[in-house]
């Protein structure tokens, strides 16, 4: 509590969580609907490929399913990955490839909807399992860790002076509009939003879920997706995603 406003916050709210619970990487983010996350700390014990992290800021964070739930949760609150991650993520070429190496096995996340700038989120990985007691310990601190969140964001001289730049990245919408382009003839805007669900771990069940369309429809969007990129399946997409990544980021 003495440390809010100061640099040494993050590393002192990790350095009491794990008094109480085994967790290998940590990370304080913002995120944000159209806009690269920002990233508050990340230091620790960290386990995690710097490179790895680097992808991650330049988009694929958009694969990211506590980045996608953010974006719709409207109350502070405690998730677990199997609450918020879609069916089949631990198929996913984006689980094999990057959350297994960077986040390792599992991840819990102590969301804070910060009015008009986004989602904050704390973020804990493990190379195993949370306990049941580890679990039932943040539940316990639950109140009172969320109200210390907000107090050290409003209180972070880096939001402070983003909120009153005047210049926006729209990281979100260049990958989006990267991969549309990618495909002949360009994917569509549904197309897209289909691929970005399926490389998400979403089954095509799932996708009409998301987009409220039929299974029939969600079918379709999928074929022709993969058609226009010249891909078979959700790892060739994954492999075309990173690519284009990689191209864009230098």
């Not at 074929?223 to 990173?242: D, P, T, W």
Request: charge should be negative; proline fraction near 4%; hydrophobic fraction near 40%.
């Amino acid at each position: 509590m003495a440390r809010v406003g100061k640099e040494e916050f993050w590393p002192a709210l990790a350095g009491f969580l794990r008094e109480h619970m085994h967790f290998d990487t940590w990370v304080a983010m913002l995120f944000r609907p159209s806009e690269d996350p920002t990233v508050l700390a990340d230091k620790g014990a960290n386990v995690a490929d710097s490179n790895l992290f680097h992808d991650y800021a330049r988009g694929i964070y958009l694969l990211d399913p506590f980045y996608t739930f953010s974006m719709t949760a409207t109350e502070p609150g405690f998730y677990r990955l199997d609450e918020v991650a879609p069916e089949h993520f631990r198929e996913t070429e984006y689980f094999r490839r990057y959350f297994s190496l960077n986040v390792v096995e599992d991840e819990v996340q102590f969301l804070v909807p910060m009015q008009g700038r986004g989602v904050l989120s704390f973020s804990l990985g493990s190379k195993r399992r949370f306990t049941d007691e580890e679990i039932g310990f943040c539940y316990l601190f639950l109140p009172w860790l969320l109200h210390l969140m907000r107090l050290a964001a409003e209180a972070d001289t880096v939001l402070s002076q983003e909120a009153q730049a005047s210049q926006d990245h729209v990281r979100s919408e260049e990958v989006k509009e990267s991969l549309r382009q990618r495909g002949k003839p360009h994917l569509t805007e549904r197309e897209v939003e289909v691929a970005l669900l399926i490389l998400g771990g979403h089954s095509t069940k799932g996708v009409a879920r998301q987009l409220g369309i039929s299974i029939d429809t969600a079918k379709a969007h999928r074929r022709n997706m993969y058609a226009k990129l010249g891909v078979s399946n959700q790892a060739g997409l994954f492999l075309l995603m990173m690519a284009q990544e990689n191209t864009a980021g230098g």
